[in-house]
């Protein structure tokens, strides 16, 4: 019963059948639905829904036996041998996304459209159920259109419908594509706004018939819907706008015009009695016609002044003409003409001046012949231009107006005289230009005007004379050589050209006889240009042609000087180089170190769901394509040529931007070594009674951009590989001697808690066999501890050792060679050397002090970071000072190795790193610069500032790439990976609520303790600061960071949190987002009882560090003095 009523309010526009008191009454048998069912105008549907809805539930059918009784009647066979068929797909989880119902209808259309339409028919019913099947698949198409992401998916939409437009009504267009293609006008991705506009013109077009409801449907809903459009910040928008603007000026006035014929007809049928208001419609339609006039108007003049020329180019060249019967005569001169004319003064795109001679003939067309004293010194520009090819389109004007009869007489002749000097341009377009627009003036003039107006301007420029000189072979068989090109061009680009002039006219005078002799040109640069042109072959015919062609060069020369000045300003912005940047495109940054690949069954098995809750056979109808209790065929292996035959069928493959998790799909395609594999089942149409199966497969969809990036991607890996394996054994090996377990990850369980310093601790160090780490405080006092003790297999845990004798707030420490030595330095400025004597147990180890140094604290100030490392013959100890000095103190010799000053303008020193290599160091700053120093040659090499600014608390070097640093900086717990060659910041982990890379920090806390490794290619880092979380972060897959152990103030000892990558400005973001507690949530969670004490720190974490014994162990320190071990 509630099916039939749902099929009812199909029909009856959502009128519903019973509201609750009907429905009771009904149920008595006190209510009659007659009155409802009298609505639906198809029979065959009233009698379906009135069986439907029976009260009797023995007298109403199953769905099934419903389908057959009503085959042929409610439902045309169309239903049944495509439609149910092809639509049930889409019921399936394999296409769940409208993206791939549009790429998959595509794909099918000619076949979808061969089943809809099939061949010409000719029966009333059969045209009727071809509608009826097309307005079902608008349906389905229209559905999908709101919901699209990809640019790709909307463009194929568009093409959809501008492909099924032709066969659609009207009505149809305008109720149900219309609406669509405006929400498509305002899409975020500018080619599809612009394929929205061409998609609407060409559909609007296509509308033969105006519904009275749709009167006012373009200047009230259409033209105000796609008006923004002419000042869209995309070039490509507005050049769609200019180009369809005609188109849809002139279907409006048509819409106009066809509503205005309808409302005569209408008014030619009324009685007598009202025949008082026949004059009103028109004057609602010169009313209309105003308010369309002045809408348009206001955009093609917006166009018309749009910055980019191209645009204004586009307008003209598309419909010019049509813009000049929309407006009409008068509006045509004062907007369209106006506006062209100033098109002539861009002196640096002759695209644009020779578009204009190409529109200004169906201008002046329409204008009528009033224009030609406005357009006759603009054609005579046109025709002293510096571009070639803007003279001959000026030319093809000229002969165009002049067959129209645009041109007064006396204008002929007068551009007839700087037209014939043409016929000798050694530009053989304009040659042919000159000599088609004479023979079209020969055509109009009578026969005395030609032969003694046009033939004296021809004489110079012909061999013999000529009779026909109407006939364009005539007089082109009968020209004088033209001009050498070498000899036109050198005149043309002399910048001394009218001195030249003025002595090839004095040659002249002597060559006919009007002087005695040519005196020598006074400027010695006349002379040179003259023994250059003679060395070039000029002759006393060519100084002839040059002559003639003088009043051309003079202007041709200064309107060449103005735009090579012009040009010359634009060099930069005409090289040729597209900058990527300033059209705000980010790089695209892939880590050719990651060879694993994501597990995408994982991915799949989230987005599987089951089958929606219908009962079994309705879901076998349409929730699936899978009876139940009916064994799949193995469609996958059976050949090709094994297809139903008897019916129709259509192969439905997927998208190649599909990839298949199906196990037999992945059988069937292994091996092809492509990331895209097609599905090679088809879903075939068959005869009523047989139920097509298609195999149950989860399908992610990758655009074919995505998919060569995957290839170059690998490809590149592979080729990397061989270097990268031979380089990452060597730094691995250098970059520490005991790295984590393969596959570590730790748990966060506490297994030592250690409170023997009095105060802030500072700094943690392991030493390099990893039996010992030590630890320095602000009590003064520094602690070794032994890491055997760290596992829990002994009761007491307290340090082995413990040095107080070097005065003031221990700040920093370093273990040299080994465990033997230990170097710590004090905010008093003293440094010490101390010696560790290991004592076999019980005993404990002596320390006793070696070497030591004193600063001074005014000059150098105190130490803020401490390395060792082996440098050949020499030890060195570098320690950096806050006031920027930066030192190589060698052990062995007692002597400095080498001295660096760094420029304190860009911030006191806060921490440095140095190169695995030891060729570089780098030094960051309080101020958020990083400087860069060669140590070879103790030479800064550069420097990099934090956009932000922001303190940098933390230095080290990248594990595996040689060039980049990882600094952790002040605010927002941000740890940054820069490349110092370059200076990007290259991969982030952000672990803030502030936006990824905002300079905002509404989160004050920072990482203070970094660890890292290799870890076999697969870098991990180890990061705690004032948050006093202790984060893991998997660089590889940043997907599977996660917190090891949240703060003593966390509700939970994790804190539940998600990762997520993105690019942002070209920088790999790694973000972490708190995933919301589920309402409840926190009734389910045990709640800690008090006897349960919080293990994580209750101050800030100040460093961290990480040592292996039988297994991995992390040890961090805070700011009330606890050290905590964590496995």
């Known amino acids: ?27 008595n048998g006190h209510f009659s639905h007659e009155q409802v069912l009298n609505k639906i105008e198809d029979l065959n549907i009233r009698g379906l829904v009135s069986q439907m809805i029976q009260r009797d539930p023995d007298m109403r059918l199953t769905a099934e036996e419903y389908l057959k009784q009503q085959r042929g009647r409610a439902f045309p066979e169309l239903f049944y041998t495509f439609l149910q068929p092809y639509m049930a797909q889409f ?32 029966d009333k019913n059969d045209g009727q159920t071809k509608d009826h099947g097309l307005i079902i698949l608008v349906s389905v198409i229209t559905s999908c259109l709101q919901t699209l992401k990809y640019c790709d998916s909307k463009l194929a939409a568009l093409e959809l419908i501008l492909h099924l437009a032709p066969r659609l009504s009207g009505e149809i267009l305008l109720d149900r594509i219309t609406p669509y293609l405006l929400h498509f006008a305002n899409d975020l991705i500018p080619r599809v706004r612009a394929e929205a506009v061409r998609t609407l013109t060409k559909v609007l077009a296509l509308v033969k018939e105006v519904p009275r409801n749709d009167v006012n449907i373009y200047p009230e809903y259409i033209l105000p819907g796609i008006a923004h459009l002419a000042q869209d910040e995309a070039t490509l928008v507005r050049l769609a706008y200019a180009e369809n603007i005609a188109l849809l000026a002139e279907t409006a006035l048509r819409f106009l015009e066809i509503v205005q014929l309808n409302n005569l007809n209408v008014e030619s049928d009324i009685n007598g009695e009202e025949t008082e208001e026949t004059l009103h419609p028109n004057e609602n ?14 955009k093609v003049v ?75 010194p603009l054609l005579q520009q046109g025709l002293s231009d510096a571009e070639e090819f803007v003279i001959y389109k000026a030319l093809n004007a000229l002969t165009c107006m002049c067959q129209l009869g645009l041109l ?102 002597v060559r006919n006889g009007l002087m005695p002799e040519c005196p020598l040109p006074e400027d010695p640069v006349v002379i040179q240009l003259l023994k250059k042109l003679l060395s070039q072959g000029m002759t006393e015919a060519d100084e002839d042609k040059l002559l003639a062609l003088k009043d051309f060069m003079l202007k041709s020369n200064k309107a060449k000087a103005n735009v090579v000045d012009q040009s010359h300003m634009n060099d930069s912005a005409e090289s040729g180089v597209i900058d990527l940047a300033a059209l705000g495109i980010p790089g695209r940054h892939i880590d050719l170190v990651k060879t694993k690949q994501e597990n995408d069954d994982k991915r799949a098995r989230r987005h599987v769901k089951q089958d929606s809750n219908l009962n079994e056979e309705w879901k076998s109808m349409f929730g699936s394509l899978e009876p139940p209790n009916i064994v ?28 298949t998790t199906n196990p037999a799909l992945q059988q069937v395609s292994e091996g092809t070594g492509v990331l895209t594999r097609k599905t090679t089942s088809s879903l075939s149409v068959l005869q009523a009674g047989n139920a097509p199966v298609l195999p149950p497969t989860y399908q992610r969809r990758i655009t074919t951009c995505a998919t060569e990036l995957q290839h170059l991607i690998q490809q590149k890996r592979e080729q990397c590989n061989a270097e990268r394996m031979a380089k990452q054994l060597m730094e691995s090996a250098e970059w520490e001697s005991k790295p984590p377990p393969p596959g570590w990850h730790p748990k966060g369980l506490l297994v030592a808690h250690l409170h023997e310093h009095k105060s802030a601790v500072n700094r943690i160090r392991v030493s390099d066999e990893h039996s010992i780490f030590a630890t320095c405080s602000n009590d003064g006092t520094v602690k070794i501890w032994d890491s055997q003790k760290m596992e829990g297999k002994t009761t007491t845990t307290r340090s082995i050792l413990t040095h107080s004798r070097i005065g003031g707030k221990i700040k920093t420490l370093a273990f040299c060679q080994g465990s033997h030595y230990l170097a710590v330095a004090s905010d008093n400025g003293t440094i010490q050397l101390l010696g560790i004597e290991a004592n076999k147990p019980p005993k404990s180890p002596k320390i006793h002090s070696l070497q030591s140094r004193a600063l001074d604290l005014k000059e150098d100030g105190c130490v803020v970071d401490i390395h060792h490392f082996n440098a050949g013959a ?44 030891q060729c570089w160091l780098c030094i960051g700053t309080s101020n958020g610069t990083m400087a860069c120093w060669d140590m070879r040659f103790q030479l800064p090499i550069s420097s990099h500032c934090h956009p932000a600014r922001a303190r940098i608390r933390r230095l080290l070097m990248h594990p595996l790439c040689q060039s980049w640093v990882i600094a952790a900086v002040q605010g927002n717990n941000e740890v940054s990976m820069w490349d110092m060659e370059t200076g990007d910041r290259r991969f982030t982990l952000w672990a803030s609520s502030a936006p990824p890379l905002s300079e905002m920090q509404p989160s004050p806390h920072s990482i203070h303790g970094i660890y890292c490794s290799p870890a076999d290619g697969n870098p991990l880092l180890l990061t705690a600061g004032s948050d006093m979380r202790i984060r893991f972060w998997d660089l590889a897959y940043p997907e599977r960071s996660y917190i090891v152990a949240g703060g003593a103030n966390d509700a939970l000892h994790c804190p539940s949190v998600s990762y997520y990558r993105k ?65």
């Open 91 to 122: 019921a399936k989880e394999t296409f769940q996304s409208a993206d791939e119902r549009i790429l998959v209808i595509r794909k099918d259309l000619e076949n979808i459209l061969q089943n809809i339409c099939g061949e010409d028919q000719t």
């Open 874 to 917: 020499q030890s060195v100890l570098a320690y950096a000072t806050v006031n920027g000095s930066l030192v190589g103190w060698d052990l062995r010799s007692s002597t400095n190795a080498w001295t660096l000053k760094h420029d304190l303008r860009l911030g006191l020193t806060t921490s440095f790193a140095v190169d695995i290599h």
């Open 285 to 298: 339609y010169d009313s209309e016609l105003q308010a369309l006039h002045e809408m348009v108007q206001q």
């Open 1 to 27: 019963m509630p099916q039939g009523c749902v099929i009812a309010e199909l029909f009856t526009e959502g009128v519903p059948m019973f509201d609750l008191s009907q429905l009771l009454a009904y149920r």
């Open 632 to 659: 799949q065929p193995k469609v996958l292996t059976a050949p090709a040529d094994q297809e139903n035959t008897t019916g129709k069928s259509l192969r439905s493959e997927s998208s190649p931007g599909m990839i």
């Open 302 to 376: 917006t166009l018309l002044s749009d910055p980019e020329n191209i645009v204004k180019q586009t307008l003209m060249e598309n419909g010019i003409t049509r813009l000049c019967v929309f407006f009409g005569r008068q509006k045509a001169n004062d907007v369209l003409l106006s506006h062209m004319i100033t098109f002539l003064n861009d002196k640096n795109d002759w695209h644009l001046r020779g578009a204009f001679f190409d529109s200004i003939v169906g201008v002046a067309a329409y204008v009528g012949w009033q224009s030609s004293s406005i357009l006759k």
């Open 408 to 509: 007064q007489k006396p204008h002929i002749y007068e551009f007839a005289s700087d037209i014939a000097p043409f016929l000798c341009h050694p530009n053989l377009w304009i040659r042919y230009g000159a000599v088609g627009f004479i023979t079209v003036v020969a055509q109009h003039l009578n026969i005395a005007d030609v032969y003694c107006k046009l033939m004296p301007y021809l004489h110079p420029f012909i061999s013999q004379p000529i009779i026909q000189i109407d006939r364009e072979i005539v007089l082109l068989s009968v020209l004088q050589e033209p001009v050498h090109r070498s000899i036109f061009d050198y005149v043309l680009r002399s910048k001394d050209i009218i001195n030249l002039y003025r002595h090839l006219i004095l040659r002249q005078k």
């Open 1063 to 1127: 690019i942002i400005e070209g920088t790999e973001v790694v973000q972490e987002i708190h995933n919301k507690q589920k309402v409840g949530s926190s009734e389910d969670v045990p709640r800690r009882g008090p006897e349960s004490l919080p293990v994580g720190h209750h101050d800030i974490i100040t460093d961290l560090a990480a040592f292996q014994t039988t297994q991995g162990f992390i040890v961090t320190a805070s700011r009330d003095g606890i050290v905590k071990v964590w496995k």
